[in-house]
């Protein structure tokens, strides 16, 4: 038993989980006919059911989960797999269904229209009078959580943002607060009102699909159950004192200690590679840093257009163009960001602490 | 704002064919400019409510006398108390020190004779500068934002701290040159 | 007897159902009675200020759970139960340093039916999964794209706002995971670029070289907590967001995200 | 609904058509349009237009604050004032110094040009060396951080499961092996550096010194051109960082306040601590040099005892609304509260600054002639008040004219009424004299303490007076009734002589308690104290030889309560005391004869108490069957219960009866709607009516049409102006809101208890004690005469002695030459031990037990009888039996006494500095700043020499034990 | 609409800019803010300007009141060391005049010269129980030195006003200390705590323009030309004042006459 929590706990450490659930994403989505069908799903949710029990046993895991708070994350480890899943198997067999020439599911019934009352009226109702039942059980099961009185002498460790911002706070490791914090969910929130505006493909429109609209899905998906879900999962369970990463089954020990061996990109450049002495000048100690970000921002729009993302260029025009491959660009600066900090160690592109600009 | 068609109809005979319009636009032009004044000035005093004038929160920065009244090497502890903060000026200028152990919160005191600050709770010990060298305490004792005020006096803003394990003991702020 | 027997059989329910359906008080308010008729069916749903939300015919495939997940009636109906509770706790709940913790402990201890605490609590938190879960299931059937498009940035809004909202709970118990939470949240604020005196380009906003404007007591972080620190005016100012001013915003935006789902054909479908 | 037409039958006119709708036309063309668009923007115009105005007006005036005023004209002032000190900073520069310096300047640069090459040999080594010495760095913390993290691995390891310990172990050893080659690497290359910065230093250090030496010199002018720039940085950004919208950022007209965490807002009910902003405006308040500045900006006056930020008071711990009173929270002049002194300042800010009386404030500010009331919030202890005169004197007042008889006041419920015992009137007065006194006490003597009952503002018209004279009559009489037999222990013996007695009062010490006549206005304001006895004019007219000779003679035998000590006058000079003071007469009242009773107005008074509890008809019948005799009892008896004559004095049958005035433990706070003004033409102001009430108690019955029992009752004290403010200064000071304890001045309870029985005993009519007393001293010229002064007493003696000495101070003359007798004042077991504390507390000597046993060495002991000749102690003090041959007058005390009389410390602190304990002493300074007057003994050591002193005057000449040197 | 309202109205109607500093200027800087306040020091006083003199007599009309014996039984020493001396309050000399009169200048001098105070300390003995001299005058920061002649315990005990109280015990014969007053004060005086009869007098001035009629009942004071003041005081009968001018090598004369008061 233990030697299986110990396995766990390394697999779960960010930069495997990340990785690895990465990789499932898009093996799934390729081998969606396999993955999204009942019977995957009559093995998988189960196994995660016992999966989840067993656990309990270990007080650990147990004192994470069933810390009251952290209920509707335990919640949302069932509820957001069984939704994706359930959208997949639809796109899946609609899939199936207009390579085989038969009208979608939803198609059957479009036409045929009925009465609001009872029908609609009724269901609602029942979902109305189910869903209280829900929350009440919930209510009178599970006390809502009150810690002691505030103290602002007092820091907790750790002390974490809500769990629905923990996504936020965990891009804090990698990202300095202006850009976590402020610009990066401007982005979101931009991003995702300009998505009807960018995605010009008439197609899939009020039907489950994966095939007519596999770009959108994924980038989607993956920017919603990687970066943000996974992220508020890692935040919520793995981190514990001083942010450190704690498996699972790891007691949350704050004397643990982390390395804090990260070294900018202009440490890199002028002491590692050039072996002299990091320039006073601002501008030329961090001259470096600035030519990569400006090349990553500028560079690829144009090289995609010419290749990958020729046919979007084309059908997109170029000012929606211009804005997708920005906003994906910054989407993906996350991962790059992730990967440079396991793989080198690397803390900032840009560091300039005198004015708060490091990127 | 509805966008001013052209008549349909011919003009009045007598009534110059732009004089409705330019008085007619005066007043129309002039409404809606007065109105949208209006509603910015509105915003922006909404907006200036937000500000609050007055503080009600213990003040965060604090004077504490002058630079000359510190030896070198010697901690003072004037304000240990009133506003947990030590000062201690060495060779090259002057630092405040949080009197916060990083392991549990606890305060420390400085023992002169060993030249160090040793926590009670759990045996931590800090050297004059701040750095941690024994017992369980994570990382250095925090130093506060100080600087020199106009007249003379040293300025400490507990509201700015500086950690050293992130580098940021060089920050502008963190020393005063003195 | 028999008029004994006689009111005995008049108080049977079925009369008794009828008597009160004859009553002129009755017909003055259900003016369509008891929709037995498809008629009736039609016009209760025209007449009812709360039914005509829907239409009178809907179609079979917009209403299935397979494609809704009713995401989205779940989340309007658990904004309805949090108004609600949130509202009777205002009933016990005093927004001051002294008394916010305290309050919350009385509604634990001795308040009755203090449990309305736990249903609002609950209530927020599935009430931001479920925002998550209609987000992917519209996001999933394309029903974002024209002449939805609109209806979608409006959705994305109430999102945030639900974030806010919850946001701006938490901190109202005044306690420790409370106070800290949000210290932590707000502490991003204090990053905005020229708006957040930590944040980069705010030491470019000076008058002259030695009158900084953006300082901790003038950026975005002190107009969001009204001090420097999350002290008695940021529990007053998030108790004013959290039970007036957001509430207000979402459900004027939740009106014309309704209006726009029938205004933008209903339930989506494929054409 | 009914179908005829509702106005009378008459058809209405038919609906016209509805106008032609052409859609093609334009909107404002149309037929079916009510008004003419073009109206409709004039009109929109015209109501934007307002709303604009109306909308910059209410941001201008909440902008428009006072303070803005002047807080702008204190910075203009504060500019100038740089610009001055500037000036004088400029001219303060030494120009020669300067001058000198810049050459050498100069020529430091040429050397430094001279050799430049090498110089940029050796910075360039320094860059590379630190170049270097960052990289090597960032390697040892890296490594220390992996070190940290393998070590706790192999701890945690080794804790939770110690199998597979080992494989750490030998990483963290490895690991720390390559800490220590990084770190020595590190602190080789940190020695490097500092050699070749020390080699540059060598170059360029000398020029590096000059420069810092030329900003020296300047370094004052420089920073107040630091201090000018930041006051006023410019017309236009000063005007943009307070512009109304924008100046919520950093702004330098702000409002400033002070939070008091445990001082709270005098409001019913509520604990709100008090946030006070009066540095808005006061803004130079506690800044020294800022004496002379115009209002508001001048400094606080005694900055070390108030405001001062080492003060006892610092601005910080007790802001100004505690002492000043007035709005705290308030930054607006008038509903500050202040409150102008005088009718031609009121007039001055009605014109300046708009100025009204806000009705709504509680708690307006205080006057500065009332401000010392404040004090009494904290300063609650029975002692004297530092720097409160009037205060000290309203408490003496209080205490001496017994206020607390009639009204209950906090801190006097267990004092003796000041008045004497009545019951024994009759052996001590006669009718005729009791009568004319109590019709006006200050006509015997002017400095009468007795309150005048009648005759007063409201009932000493004509009228009134056959019923005042019956009243007297009748309180005397039911006196005389009731009192008791109190014979004299013995007649006076003949041969008193009046002049020896005079001589006598005037020396012995009566005149510390006790004045003949009026007494002289004192600068100190003291002279209340020297009415603690009764003033002894005209006591001829009132008492006889016999009883005054019994009274002087032993006191305590006729009145066993009273306060008056004895002297122990022997019977001759008790005679003499006797006959002088029976021939200060008063002739004209003697002759004055008191009217006769008018039966009338008795019968009137009588009716009065008759009629309490009966119907009118009844009394009428009760008093026709009444004799005079009755009558004259019962309205008597009557009398003294309304007019509460048993709060200052002990009648038979009242000694439990309640305090008839009103009740005083919270005056300082008593609402203002709760003042009977009356008709009276006076602010109507708390202490406004106080003053009026204590200068004329009866003033509010003028123009009132009243019965006679429902007149104003409090008697008339005839106090004067200073004396009715030192009263009213109690009155106001006795507030409600509560001051936490540690915030109060409480001192410990053995100095309190001491400081009450001083007071009580009026201890500083003779001695000077704390600082304060020594009132006899203005009627003594002759300084060596004076009574001692009492400080560093506790030191002084041993508890034993003291505690003796007070309880029997007629055993030893300790000083001789004194004419000045201490009196025995009775003092019982209990009261002498709380002055022995009370003295032991003020110095913190140890009390009661002290160890007088001395260790010294004979040689010492031999030391001391050369100094005690060489400095011929004998000259002045008699040792036991031998008694220097001077007159009584030059003696000192006998050195006999000081074995069981003094400490031993405190003989060797007084012999080095005798004027440092009690200044104008004729004891010789034998040690100038500690240097011996007496060479050649013990070597010229003092401390030596003071214990040699010691040792002779304990041991040789006392018999004190001597510790067995073993 | 008080006054404050309608200000804030007509100023919205303006539009002026609001943070323009109109604030009142009744408010002005206090007289002489700069200067600091240093003591005057003037020129040294040269003496040889004081070309002028002033001398006279102190006359006594009427016969001298008898003096009495002092009676020193208290110290053996004094006994026969000081037998038959007499009190020394009201001396004449056979030749009618009043010795042990201090005489100085109270006003006409320059006020804004430095005096400097002589060099030489004024010596005050003790020789038979009894101060010698008996009344003199020195200048203020003069050095005073107190010498005890006698083999006897004598306190010297100074009782000024303004200047620190001086108080020496002189146990042992041939002691001397020095002391100095710094404050110039009127006649005041000096006593022995042990001998009560013992006392004298002495006054501390800021000039060096007083003298004292010593023995011989004369006096002479140099000084610059001018008008002066002159005062003449003693210990029994009180002060006199008088006014003369003098031109420069010239010498006035004023004298004072002084009489035992009727009984």
Redesign the interface.
């Known amino acids: 038993m233990e030697t299986i929590k110990d396995i766990i706990n390394t697999l779960t450490a960010p930069e495997i989980l990340i990785t690895l659930a990465t990789i499932l994403l898009f093996v799934s989505a390729k081998y969606r006919h396999v993955f999204y069908t009942n019977t995957v799903a009559l093995v998988l949710f189960p196994a995660m059911f016992v999966f989840m029990a067993i656990s309990m046993f270990d007080e650990d895991f147990y004192l994470i989960v069933t810390k009251p708070d952290n209920v509707p994350i335990v919640g949302m480890l069932f509820l957001i797999p069984f939704f994706t899943w359930f959208s997949m198997r639809e796109a899946v067999r609609n899939d199936r269904r207009t390579d085989s020439g038969t009208p979608l599911i939803e198609k059957e019934e479009t036409a045929d229209k009925v009465l609001t009352w009872p029908d609609l009226v009724y269901t609602e109702l029942i979902a109305i009078v189910l869903l209280t039942v829900l929350l009440v059980g919930w209510s009178i099961l599970i006390p809502a959580p009150l810690e002691e009185s505030a103290n602002p002498a007092a820091t907790p460790n750790p002390s974490k943002a809500p769990w629905y911002f923990l996504g936020l706070q965990e891009m804090l490791v990698y990202f300095d607060p202006w850009l976590a914090g402020v610009v990066f969910p401007g982005l979101i929130i931009v991003g995702l009102m300009a998505i009807p505006y960018i995605d010009t493909n008439p197609k899939g429109n009020g039907y489950y699909t994966f095939k007519e609209r596999s770009w959108e899905i994924m980038t989607f998906l993956f920017g919603f159950l990687i970066l943000w879900v996974l992220l508020v999962i890692l935040g919520t369970f793995l981190r514990g004192p001083n942010w450190n990463f704690f498996g699972p089954y790891e007691y949350w020990d704050t004397h643990k200690l982390e390395a804090l061996v990260n070294v900018d990109l202009s440490d890199y450049f002028w002491v590692r590679l050039l072996g002299m002495g990091r320039p006073d000048n601002i501008l030329i100690r961090e001259s470096v840093g600035f030519l990569v970000v400006l090349g990553y921002f500028l560079i690829p729009p144009m090289v995609l257009a010419r290749t990958i993302f020729k046919r979007f260029y084309e059908n997109l025009g170029p000012a929606r163009y211009h804005i997708m491959v920005f906003l994906l660009l910054c989407m993906a600066s996350l991962p790059i960001k992730m990967v440079l900090r396991w793989l080198f160690n690397l803390k900032y592109i840009i560091g300039i602490p005198e004015f708060f600009f490091n990127i | 704002m509805?966008k001013v068609?052209p008549?349909?109809?011919a003009a009045k005979p007598g009534e110059p064919a732009d004089a409705?319009r330019r008085?007619?636009f005066s007043?129309?032009s002039?409404?809606?400019v007065?109105?949208t004044?209006?509603m910015l000035?509105?915003g922006?005093?909404t907006?200036?409510f937000?500000?609050?004038?007055?503080?009600?929160?213990?003040p965060?920065t604090f004077r504490a006398g002058r630079p000359e009244e510190l030896q070198v090497g010697i901690v003072d502890e004037r304000f240990k108390d009133s506003n947990q903060v030590w000062l201690v000026r060495e060779g090259g200028g002057i630092y405040a020190l949080s009197t916060t152990c990083t392991h549990?919160?606890c305060t420390p005191n400085w023992l002169s004779a060993e030249q160090k600050f040793k926590c009670p709770c759990h045996g931590s010990g800090f050297y004059i500068t701040g750095i941690n060298f024994e017992g369980?305490a994570?990382r250095p004792l925090e130093r506060f934002a100080i600087s020199l005020a106009?007249?003379?006096q040293l300025v400490i803003d507990k509201?700015r701290k500086f950690q050293q394990?992130k580098?940021?003991w060089e920050?502008?702020g963190a020393y005063l040159e003195f | 007897m028999s008029q004994l027997k006689e009111l005995l059989t008049s108080l049977s329910p079925t009369k008794l159902g009828e008597a009160i359906q004859k009553s002129q008080i009755y017909r003055s308010v259900f003016r369509v009675g008891v929709p037995v008729s498809d008629r009736k069916r039609m016009l209760v749903m025209l007449g009812n200020v709360f039914l005509h939300l829907h239409p009178v015919k809907v179609r079979k495939s917009g209403i299935r759970l397979r494609f809704t997940w009713c995401m989205g009636g779940i989340t309007f109906f658990l904004f309805l139960v949090l108004t609600f509770t949130g509202l009777l706790l205002m009933f016990y709940y005093r927004p001051t340093i002294e008394y916010a913790y305290v309050d919350i402990i009385d509604l634990r201890e001795q308040v009755p039916l203090g449990i309305m605490r736990e249903i609002h609590r609950w209530g927020a938190h599935a009430m931001v999964i479920s925002v998550w879960l209609h987000m992917v299931r519209v996001f999933m059937t394309g029903s974002y794209k024209p002449p939805r498009e609109f209806n979608w940035g409006v959705g994305v809004i109430l999102l945030v706002l639900t974030l806010l909202l919850s946001f701006t709970g938490y901190l109202l118990p005044w306690d420790q995971l409370a106070m800290w939470a949000i210290t932590v949240g707000s502490n991003m604020a204090r990053a905005t670029p020229f708006a957040g005196y930590e944040g980069p380009g705010a030491n470019l906003l000076t008058l002259g070289e030695n009158i900084p404007l953006i300082s901790s007591t003038s950026d975005a972080r002190f107009a969001l907590l009204g001090g420097t620190r999350v002290g008695e005016m940021a529990l007053l100012r998030f108790y004013v967001l959290h039970c007036v001013g957001l509430p207000l915003v979402a459900g004027f935006l939740m009106a014309v995200h309704f209006w726009r789902i029938r205004r933008d054909g209903g339930i989506s479908g494929p054409l | 609904m009914s179908s005829e037409t509702p106005n009378g039958g008459v058809p209405k006119p038919a609906i016209p058509p509805p106008a032609k709708k052409d859609p093609a036309l334009n909107i404002s063309q149309r037929g079916d349009r009510l008004y003419d668009d073009n109206g409709l923007h004039k009109w929109f115009a015209i109501s934007s237009l307002l709303l604009f105005v109306f909308t910059v007006w209410m941001i201008v005036d909440d902008y428009n604050r006072d303070w803005r005023r002047y807080q702008r004209a204190f910075t203009r002032l504060s500019v100038q004032q740089t610009e001055l000190d500037i000036a004088a900073a400029e001219g303060a520069i030494d120009r020669t110094a300067g001058e000198a310096i810049l050459g050498e300047l100069a020529a430091a640069q040429g050397d430094i040009d001279g050799n430049a090459a090498t110089i940029a040999e050796i910075e360039g080594r320094l860059n590379a060396l630190n170049d270097e010495f960052y990289s090597t760095n960032q390697a040892y913390l890296f490594a220390r951080a992996e070190y940290d993290v393998e070590r706790y691995d192999y701890e945690e390891t080794l804790a939770n499961d110690p199998g597979n310990a080992e494989p750490l172990r030998v990483a963290a050893e490895n690991r720390l092996a390559e800490i220590n080659e990084n770190l020595e690497a590190v602190e080789r290359l940190q020695i490097q550096i500092d050699d070749t910065t020390a080699e540059l230093e060598v170059y360029i250090g000398e020029r590096e010194r000059l420069e810092a030496d030329f900003l020296a010199l300047r370094a004052e002018f420089d920073r107040l051109g630091g201090v000018r720039s930041t006051l006023d940085p410019g017309l236009i950004r000063t005007s943009i960082r307070n512009a109304p919208i924008l100046d919520f950022m950093n702004p330098s007209e702000t409002v400033n306040q002070i939070q008091l965490q445990n001082l709270h807002y005098d409001a019913p009910f509520l604990q709100v601590p008090r946030v006070d902003r009066c540095t808005t405006c006061h803004l130079g308040i506690n800044q020294e040099a800022l004496g002379e500045w115009p209002q508001p900006f001048t400094a606080h006056p005694r900055l070390d005892v108030f405001v001062g930020a080492d003060s006892p008071h610092p601005m910080d711990g007790f802001g100004c609304t505690t002492c000043h009173a007035g709005l705290d929270r308030a930054v607006e002049f008038s509903r500050a509260g202040h409150v102008p002194e005088n009718e031609e300042q009121q007039a001055d800010w009605e014109n300046r600054f708009d100025w009204y009386l806000d009705h709504f404030l509680e708690t307006p500010m205080l006057p500065m002639d009332r401000i010392e009331a404040s004090c009494l919030k904290c300063h609650t202890g029975a002692g004297d008040v530092p720097e409160a005169p009037a205060l000290n004197m309203g408490r003496d007042l209080i205490r001496t004219y017994g206020c607390f008889g009639c009204h209950n006041m906090p801190g006097y419920e267990d004092v003796r009424r000041v008045g004497p015992d009545l019951t024994t009137i009759g052996s001590k007065l006669d009718e005729e004299w009791v009568k004319k006194w109590l019709a006006d006490p200050r006509a015997f003597k002017s400095e009468a303490r007795m309150p005048k009952f009648w005759f007063n503002s409201n009932n000493g018209g004509a009228e009134f007076e056959a019923r005042n004279n019956a009243e007297i009559t009748a309180i005397t009489e039911f006196l005389f009734s009731r009192s008791q037999d109190n014979p004299l222990a013995a007649a006076a013996p003949a041969g008193g002589d009046a002049a020896r007695g005079q001589a006598l009062v005037e020396s012995v010490g009566c005149l510390g308690c006790h004045a003949v006549g009026p007494i002289p206005e004192d600068p100190a304001r003291t002279q209340h104290r020297r009415r603690f006895g009764y003033n002894l004019a005209s006591q001829g007219s009132k008492t006889s030889e016999d009883w005054l000779y019994n009274w002087v003679r032993d006191p305590r035998a006729v009145w066993h309560d009273t306060n008056m000590p004895t002297l122990r006058l022997t019977d001759a000079e008790a005679a003499d005391v006797a006959a002088y003071l029976v021939s200060l007469t008063n002739p004209e009242w003697e002759t004055e004869a008191f009217p006769e009773l008018d039966e009338a107005a008795l019968d009137e008074v009588t009716l009065e108490f008759l009629r309490t509890g009966s119907t009118g008809i009844q009394a009428q019948e009760a008093l026709a069957a009444m004799s005079l005799e009755e009558k004259i009892m019962t309205t008597g008896e009557g009398l003294i219960a309304r007019y509460g004559c048993f709060g200052c004095h002990v009648i038979e049958g009242f000694e439990t009866a309640q305090p008839i005035g009103t009740e005083l433990t919270q005056p300082g706070s008593k609402l203002l709607n709760q003042f009977d003004f009356g008709f009276l033409d006076i602010e109507h102001t708390r202490t406004e009516w106080y003053a009026a009430k204590m200068a004329d108690p009866r003033i509010f019955d003028v123009d009132r049409v009243k019965r006679p029992e429902e007149l104003l009752r409090m008697p008339d004290f005839g106090f004067d102006e200073t004396e009715v403010g030192a009263i009213v200064m109690i009155l106001t000071g006795l507030v409600k809101d509560q001051v936490t304890p540690d915030m109060r001045n409480v001192l410990t309870a053995d100095i309190e208890a001491g400081r009450g029985l001083v007071a009580q005993r009026n201890c500083r009519g003779c001695h000077e004690i704390e600082g304060a007393g020594g009132d006899i001293r203005s009627t003594i010229d002759d300084e060596g005469l004076w009574p001692p002064l009492l400080n560093t007493q506790g030191a002084k003696t041993q508890p034993l002695w003291l505690h003796s000495f007070l309880q029997e101070p007629g055993e030893e003359t300790l000083r001789p030459w004194l004419s000045a007798r201490m009196p025995t004042f009775y003092l019982d077991q209990a009261e002498a031990t709380v002055l022995g504390k009370y003295f032991s507390a003020i110095d913190d000597a140890p009390y009661p037990f002290i160890d007088t046993a001395i260790a010294t060495t004979d040689e010492s002991l031999t030391a001391g009888r050369e100094l005690f000749e060489l400095a011929q102690c004998n000259l002045c003090h008699p040792a036991g039996d031998q008694i220097p041959d001077r007159d009584a007058a030059d003696l000192a005390p006998d050195l006999a006494l000081a074995a069981e009389r003094l400490r031993p410390e405190w003989v060797e602190d007084w012999i080095l500095d005798p004027q440092a304990i009690a200044p104008g002493t004729r004891m010789p300074a034998f040690y100038i700043d500690g240097v011996t007057q007496l060479p050649d003994i013990l070597d010229d050591d003092t401390p030596r020499q003071l214990e040699a002193f010691r040792d002779h005057l304990f041991l040789t000449i006392g018999n004190g034990q001597r510790v067995a040197d073993n | 609409m008080n006054s404050k309202r309608a200000l804030g109205l007509a100023f919205a109607l303006t539009l002026a800019a609001a943070g323009c500093g109109g604030g009142g200027d009744e408010f002005s800087l206090p007289d002489g803010a700069g200067s600091g306040g240093a003591a005057p020091t003037g020129p040294a006083y040269d003496p040889a300007t004081a070309t002028a003199g002033i001398s006279g007599s102190i006359l006594f009309e009427g016969d001298a009141p008898e003096m009495s014996l002092i009676q020193m039984s208290a110290d053996p020493y004094c006994l026969d060391a000081g037998a038959g001396t007499r009190t020394e309050e009201v001396l004449v000399t056979d030749d009618g005049k009043l010795r042990n009169t201090m005489i100085f200048i109270r006003s006409g001098h320059d006020t804004g010269l430095f005096y400097a105070p002589p060099a030489e300390p004024v010596v005050l003995d003790q020789q038979g129980c009894r101060y010698i001299p008996h009344v003199f005058t020195m200048m203020m920061n003069q050095d005073i030195t107190f010498r005890n002649s006698d083999d006897t315990l004598h306190n010297i005990h100074a009782f000024p006003m303004e200047n620190m109280q001086i108080n020496v015990g002189q146990a042992v014969q041939g002691m001397e200390n020095t002391d100095s007053f710094t404050i110039a004060e009127g006649p005041f005086a000096i006593r022995c705590d042990v001998h009560r009869w013992m006392n004298s007098f002495t006054a501390v001035f800021d000039h060096p323009f007083h003298t004292t009629s010593g023995d011989t009942g004369d006096y002479t004071i140099s000084v610059p030309p001018g008008t002066y003041e002159v005062v003449a005081w003693h210990e029994r009968y009180g002060e006199m004042t008088g006014s003369v001018t003098v031109a420069a090598g010239e010498t006035a004369e004023l004298s004072f006459t002084y009489s035992e008061p009727a009984a």
């Open positions: 509805s068609n008549p349909l109809r409705g008085s007619f007043w129309m002039l409404a809606w007065s109105f004044a209006s000035a509105a922006t005093a907006a200036r937000m500000f609050p004038n007055v503080l009600f929160e213990p965060l549990l919160g369980p994570p106009d007249d003379g509201g394990e580098g940021q920050l502008p």
